[in-house]
């Protein structure tokens, strides 16, 4: 009996080091310019070519500017950085979708909307969101620029095998909760070292309702519990959604992955190594009033107070809140908000545009808002607009820029000021994180449409 | 591009306990832009390290005269957060050897050992004894000895058997990194790509 995990892993482990690592076979490496160039220089001084360059795609995402992304990147080791990837890529045949091409996003987003992402596979980028892979059943996960590297160079990597966990969530989640909410809810209960060691495999029947789009936010999310990756078993809303992408498998090859892919499940009564199990009624509207993903709290309820705390945790927590400007123990509710983030590989996805769409639809944004909605990719910035989504968005107030990671990680232009609150639907919430001195308030797509028209921090 | 040998060091530590430090503090993203391996250890810890103003901020440890040392102890949790390697890098071109604390982040760990930077796993009390030797003096001083894994407080005289994976241990030992194991396998890569098991 076996976890779904150990089918697809064991059936990539090219060799057992003895007393050490597996050496496990990748079947689709992403890479973007950031952790890239070092693994490229590195592969130059062993005088080594790339092994298996039609198994790597390239995308530039981290730095990119969100306006006028057809003229010349202004900052200079920025563009530096675009165009060394896209150098590397031409030397070593590797495919590059380049700022403006139709292929162009952030590197999670683009793998999925391509079909390069497949049950069954695994997938690793040298990005920790890599785990958002793993909603289509995939092993995936992010690793270092030597790992990078490694990958270039024999299309394997050395990692030794994690421990499983399941989260199961079962039950019917309330009006107003979305995928982000139950990520939120699961890092806030286990912490932000709670899956350290441990591969998480979602479960239940509110996970299984969830769209591919929510799927992937939460196993985007899943290193923020500290966890290698997290992943879903594939079902038909999988299969689906993969069907007639570009890289999918076609005609008669699609049939035998199907037949491949179904069996892709854990097998009853297979071992993990921890379980939780949550109620899916349990779970409300979310944000974090904190430094790190774990502090979350229900909208509703008060900032925790620090009482039953001791030593470095106390220092930390107080630190934390200070760092935020909240006091212990205050509502969140009502707490002015200065910008909103819509975007990133965890909320970017057209799904996320339109239930911000939807829900701004006929209302205004708040004067006091400043909002950047940031598509994941190219494809999802057209669909918006195929959609009418960009009229709606006008009429109330925002603009649409163009695709990019942008203020997540505040690389590129996009920074929040320093001391000023933005509502992120974004993954961390870390001091600096999305600029230096800004302080991020993560939450849903829709928690975020109704901060922004009302100004403050608000239910939707 | 081997990486440097480890087999063991006696030195000071400089003591940074503060839980779930991630990596976006000891190296902030706006300074990855780098293509080389080169300068990263000047933005370790960046923004706690100076002022908004670029000025040296008098509280931070590393700008305390009496902290010095080549192992740098830090809170639970070290090293969550972004997958980013330039941490590693950072922490080691800022004149660090060993990480000593009670939980580390699992990439941080991996990019860590890949990098010649040894992360130890001490017990939280442990971790808490080290804490207090430097509070009482900072010129206390540690052992970290790979071959025997163990992690000494020199004050103390008490010592932790840290574990470390054989394969990872050797590595460092004898300064090999993976990239040459790995090109070394390519026929059984090839084999295993020409006859892959089925899930």
């Known amino acids: ?460 | 591009m081997a990486i440097d040998k480890f087999i063991k060091i006696t030195s000071t530590a400089v003591p940074l306990p503060i839980e779930n430090v991630d990596t976006d503090q000891i190296i902030p993203a706006r300074f990855l832009k780098a293509v080389e391996r080169k300068g990263f250890g000047d933005n370790l810890f960046r923004d706690w390290r100076y002022t908004s103003g670029n000025k040296p901020n008098p509280d931070f440890v590393m700008n305390k005269p009496e902290y010095s040392g080549t192992i740098l102890a830090g809170g639970k949790n070290f090293g969550s957060g972004s997958s980013r390697e330039h941490a590693a890098w950072a922490i080691y071109d800022g004149g660090f050897k060993v990480v000593v604390s009670s939980f580390f982040a699992d990439i941080f760990k991996n990019n860590a050992l890949n990098n010649g930077l040894l992360p130890v796993q001490v017990s939280p009390e442990f971790l808490e004894e080290i804490f207090e030797t430097i509070g009482k003096d900072p010129k206390s001083t540690f052992t970290v000895d790979l071959v025997n894994q163990k992690f000494t407080n020199n004050v103390t005289g008490n010592s932790y058997d840290f574990e470390i994976n054989q394969y990872k241990k050797e590595c460092l030992l004898n300064g090999y990194d993976d990239i040459d194991y790995l090109v070394a396998m390519k026929e059984e890569i090839e084999a295993f790509e020409n006859h892959p098991p089925t899930p």
Request: hydrophobic share 35%; charged share 25%.
């Open chain 1, 1 to 460: 009996m076996k976890t779904l995990f150990d089918k697809i892993w064991d059936a990539h482990v090219v060799k057992q080091v003895e007393d050490g690592p597996d050496v496990l076979y990748i079947d689709r490496h992403f890479i973007h310019e950031v952790t890239s160039p070092v693994a490229f220089l590195g592969l130059k001084n062993r005088g080594l070519k790339v092994f298996r360059p039609e198994q790597t795609t390239a995308t530039p995402d981290h730095n990119v500017p969100t306006t006028n992304q057809h003229l010349t990147i202004a900052d200079e080791l920025s563009r530096n950085q675009v165009e060394k990837l896209k150098t590397n890529c031409k030397e070593h045949g590797i495919t590059f979708h380049g700022l403006g091409t139709e292929g162009h996003g952030v590197v999670h987003i683009i793998g999925p909307e391509q079909g390069l992402t497949q049950p069954g596979m695994t997938i690793v980028c040298g990005d920790s969101h890599t785990s958002t892979h793993g909603a289509f059943g995939a092993v995936a996960f992010g690793i270092g620029t030597s790992e990078v590297e490694m990958v270039l160079a024999s299309q394997c990597i050395m990692q030794p095998k994690p421990k499983k966990m399941r989260i199961t969530i079962n039950g019917e989640l309330k009006p107003n909760v979305m995928a982000k909410d139950i990520i939120l809810y699961v890092i806030a209960k286990i912490s932000t070292s709670g899956g350290t060691g441990h591969f998480i495999e979602f479960a239940g029947s509110a996970i299984r309702s969830l769209s591919m789009e929510g799927r992937m936010t939460v196993c985007n999310m899943s290193i923020e519990c500290g966890a290698r990756g997290g992943m879903i078993a594939p079902d038909e809303k999988t299969f689906e959604y993969v069907k007639g992408r570009e890289f999918a498998p076609k005609g008669e090859d699609w049939n035998k992955a199907l037949a491949e892919w179904k069996k892709l499940k854990s097998d009853e009564g297979a071992a993990f190594d921890k379980e939780y199990t949550f109620d899916a009624a349990d779970i409300e509207p979310m944000i974090t009033y904190g430094t790190n993903p774990g502090m979350g709290i229900k909208i509703s309820k008060n900032i925790p107070v620090s009482d039953g705390l001791i030593g470095n945790d106390k220092a930390s927590f107080q630190k934390s809140l200070k760092y935020m400007g909240l006091s212990e123990g205050e509502p969140i509710l009502g707490k002015p908000v200065d910008y909103i983030f819509l975007g990133s590989c965890t909320n970017g996805r057209i799904e996320d545009f339109r239930t911000f769409a939807n829900y701004v639809k006929g209302k205004k944004k708040a004067e006091n808002v400043v909002a950047w909605l940031v598509p994941g990719s190219v494809a999802v910035e057209k669909q918006v607009r195929e959609e009418g989504l960009d009229k709606i968005l006008e009429e109330a107030g925002f603009e649409l820029r163009q695709p990019g990671c942008s203020a997540c990680l505040a690389m590129n232009p996009d920074k929040v000021p320093a001391g000023k609150y933005a509502v992120s639907t974004t993954n961390r919430n870390f001091e600096g994180r999305q600029g230096p001195g800004a302080r991020t308030l993560l939450a849903s797509p829709l928690v975020a449409a109704a901060c922004a028209v009302t100004g403050i921090v608000c239910l939707p």
